[in-house]
């Protein structure tokens, strides 16, 4: 197994760390002129999103974490797992609740999305920036109030809740923020 | 075209700088001496890395203070002396460090660690161009201030469970002065304003410091480092002068060297050779980091920021 020393560490590296896959976010190196030196090092722990602080003896080698980004399209959820495809080998992977978490509800069938692969299995996923979702419950709209402020709950196709304008209806395809939430636009196509 | 005008900041700044520290010393009658940067002995202290130069001439090491110079040339002209200039350490590189840098050493003749200390801050807040409030602690009173313990005394299966709490070290010490490092580096600096002195360090933290019983009877390094922020910026000693406990001492060096598997350098033979005859004479010397201090000088953040070309453009 690859390991890297802390003189190799910098931001974005992947490491293991307690059995976890880890990337560095942060890498400070510390030493009085007289003593040993340490390298204190902020890390996002990948499984659980959480940041914490671990400080190692400088020269200290760490295991490496095959983590990898792979752009993959989404197929279908079958109520358990959410289904990938490699859009160029075609190969298929399964997600768990855990690994696609709050972006299940931005996926939409045959979008691509990052996925984030630990020994090959996906650890997250990451939906489009943008993505375009049909409202399927809201309340009726003000037809004419095109321009003025005032939002109301829509719910999307996907189970996703946004506030939207109030002009918008039942079956408006709108486009969404997925790193905000935020309504951005209608669709151009309806 | 103008020129870039932020870097004939920071080379004023640094000229300025040099420019005050020579006046002072100027002032003081303290000799400028200039001193090789690269040597054929390198230093044998554990927890630095020298760069290694070879060459047609000879084979040699880049020095990592200008230390065993000055201390050879104390014996021979027995006069106080400094020196401005780069010192280089290996595998030393973060947002305080960069492989060569800069930095001020001198000595001074029958001065006493006090005497010392109080010229150090002095010369600190002359370069800073504004006064500092100063505190001085012993290496005990910090501790005991903070953790509640006695550093020369505790051992080290008391300080495991407190490094657990208070540091993100995520092993077990391999011994007291590690720990107690991580403790002063992780809880206690941060605390820092102002200019802090640290004096009177554990014996086995001596380095080149001599070792003399403290008021309490305990025995401690005359050794102090002055801290600007949490900034180490200075590190200075009542000098070993006896060449047969400095002998002992650089074959201590060698044998943790040599236990943690790293490079051994030459013992600088020249330099015991001068401390046994004619021997050093008594005195207290000390160091700045030159970069450190133009830092905080200028307000900026990270070594690179004051240094022309620092490492990864060099």
Same mark, same amino acid.
């Not at chain 2, 090789?36 to 990592?64: C, H, M, N, W």
């Not at chain 2, 407190?162 to 002063?184: D, F, I, K, M, N």
């Not at chain 2, 044998?255 to 033979?269: F, W």
């Given at each position: 197994?690859?390991?890297?020393?802390?003189?190799?560490?910098?931001?974005?590296?992947?490491?293991?760390? /307690?059995?976890?896959?880890?990337?560095?976010?942060?890498?400070?190196?510390?030493?009085? =002129?007289? =003593?040993? &030196?340490?390298?204190?090092?902020?890390?996002?722990?990948?499984?659980?999103?959480?940041?914490?602080?671990?400080?190692?003896?400088?020269?200290?080698?760490?295991?490496?974490?095959?983590?990898?980004?792979?752009?993959?399209?989404?197929?279908?959820?079958?109520?358990?797992?959410?289904?990938?495809?490699?859009?160029?080998?075609?190969?298929?992977?399964?997600?768990?609740?855990?690994?696609?978490?709050?972006?299940?509800?931005?996926?939409?069938?045959?979008?691509? $999305?990052?996925?984030?692969?630990?020994?090959?299995?996906?650890?997250?996923?990451?939906?489009?920036?943008?993505?375009?979702?049909?409202?399927?419950?809201?309340?009726?709209?003000?037809?004419?109030?095109?321009?003025?402020?005032?939002?109301?709950?829509?719910?999307?196709?996907?189970?996703?809740?946004?506030?939207?304008?109030?002009?918008?209806?039942?079956?408006?395809?709108?486009?969404?923020?997925?790193?905000?939430?935020?309504?951005?636009? +209608?669709?151009?196509?309806? | 075209?103008?020129?870039?005008?932020?870097?004939?900041?920071?080379?004023?700044?640094?000229?300025?700088?040099?420019?005050?520290?020579?006046?002072?010393?100027?002032?003081?009658? @303290?000799?400028?001496?200039?001193?090789?940067?690269? &040597?054929?002995?390198?230093?044998? /202290?554990?927890?630095?890395?020298?760069?290694?130069?070879?060459?047609?001439?000879?084979?040699?090491?880049?020095?990592?203070?200008?230390?065993?110079?000055?201390?050879?040339?104390?014996?021979?002209?027995?006069?106080?002396?400094?020196?401005?200039?780069?010192?280089?350490?290996?595998?030393?590189?973060?947002?305080?460090?960069?492989?060569?840098?800069?930095?001020?050493?001198?000595?001074?003749?029958?001065?006493?660690?006090?005497?010392?200390?109080?010229? $150090?801050?002095?010369?600190? $807040?002359?370069?800073?161009?504004?006064?500092?409030? @100063?505190?001085?602690?012993?290496?005990?009173?910090?501790? !005991?201030?903070?953790? =509640?313990?006695?550093?020369?005394?505790?051992?080290?299966?008391?300080?495991?469970?407190?490094?657990?709490?208070?540091?993100?070290?995520?092993?077990?010490?391999?011994?007291?002065?590690?720990?107690?490092?991580?403790?002063?580096?992780?809880?206690?600096?941060?605390?820092?304003?102002?200019?802090? @002195?640290?004096?009177?360090?554990?014996?086995? !933290?001596?380095?080149?410091?001599?070792?003399?019983?403290?008021?309490?009877?305990?025995?401690?390094? +005359?050794?102090?480092?002055?801290?600007?922020?949490?900034?180490?910026?200075?590190?200075?000693?009542?000098?070993?002068? /006896?060449?047969?406990?400095? +002998?002992?001492?650089? !074959?201590?060096?060698?044998?943790?060297?040599?236990? &943690?598997?790293?490079?051994?350098?030459?013992?600088?033979?020249?330099?015991?050779?001068?401390?046994?005859?004619? =021997?050093?004479?008594?005195? $207290?010397?000390?160091?700045?980091?030159? /970069?450190?201090?133009?830092?905080?000088?200028?307000?900026?953040?990270?070594?690179?920021?004051?240094?022309?070309?620092?490492?990864?453009?060099?």
């Amino acid at each position: 197994m690859a390991t890297y020393s802390t003189n190799e560490f910098r931001s974005g590296l992947k490491v293991m760390l /307690d059995g976890d896959p880890c990337s560095i976010v942060e890498n400070e190196f510390v030493k009085p =002129g007289k =003593g040993q &030196a340490f390298n204190r090092v902020r890390l996002k722990n990948l499984k659980t999103g959480r940041t914490w602080e671990r400080t190692f003896k400088s020269g200290e080698s760490i295991e490496a974490a095959d983590v990898i980004d792979v752009e993959m399209q989404y197929l279908y959820n079958d109520g358990e797992f959410w289904a990938f495809m490699d859009p160029d080998s075609f190969e298929q992977k399964s997600a768990d609740a855990s690994a696609v978490s709050d972006a299940k509800q931005w996926l939409r069938e045959q979008d691509v $999305c990052i996925v984030t692969l630990w020994n090959d299995e996906p650890l997250s996923v990451l939906p489009p920036n943008h993505v375009e979702l049909e409202i399927v419950d809201t309340d009726p709209g003000l037809r004419g109030d095109t321009a003025q402020g005032g939002t109301k709950p829509a719910t999307l196709s996907t189970g996703a809740v946004v506030k939207v304008p109030l002009f918008l209806e039942i079956g408006d395809v709108i486009k969404v923020d997925t790193r905000s939430g935020d309504y951005l636009s +209608r669709a151009k196509d309806s | 075209m103008a020129g870039n005008s932020t870097r004939v900041k920071l080379i004023s700044a640094r000229q300025a700088l040099y420019r005050e520290i020579r006046s002072y010393f100027d002032q003081q009658a @303290v000799l400028e001496v200039e001193v090789p940067l690269l &040597a054929r002995a390198g230093t044998t /202290d554990p927890q630095i890395a020298s760069f290694k130069v070879e060459g047609t001439s000879g084979r040699g090491y880049l020095q990592s203070s200008p230390e065993y110079f000055l201390k050879r040339l104390l014996c021979d002209i027995r006069h106080s002396c400094f020196s401005i200039g780069k010192a280089f350490r290996d595998e030393e590189q973060g947002a305080k460090h960069n492989p060569e840098f800069s930095m001020l050493e001198w000595y001074r003749i029958d001065f006493d660690l006090e005497a010392l200390i109080e010229e $150090c801050i002095e010369l600190i $807040c002359i370069g800073l161009g504004r006064r500092e409030l @100063v505190r001085i602690e012993t290496y005990k009173s910090i501790f !005991q201030h903070h953790l =509640g313990i006695d550093p020369h005394q505790v051992q080290l299966a008391d300080l495991q469970p407190l490094v657990g709490r208070h540091t993100s070290y995520g092993q077990a010490c391999e011994s007291v002065p590690e720990a107690l490092q991580l403790l002063l580096s992780q809880l206690i600096e941060p605390e820092f304003s102002g200019l802090t @002195v640290i004096r009177d360090f554990p014996a086995d !933290q001596a380095a080149l410091a001599q070792i003399a019983p403290d008021a309490s009877g305990q025995l401690v390094a +005359r050794r102090f480092e002055i801290y600007l922020g949490s900034t180490e910026l200075a590190n200075g000693y009542q000098e070993l002068t /006896d060449a047969e406990e400095q +002998r002992r001492r650089f !074959q201590e060096d060698i044998n943790a060297r040599r236990l &943690a598997g790293r490079e051994i350098p030459e013992m600088d033979q020249a330099l015991l050779l001068a401390m046994s005859e004619p =021997g050093l004479p008594d005195c $207290c010397g000390v160091s700045i980091g030159l /970069d450190r201090l133009l830092m905080t000088r200028m307000g900026l953040a990270r070594i690179e920021d004051v240094l022309l070309f620092s490492w990864d453009k060099v």
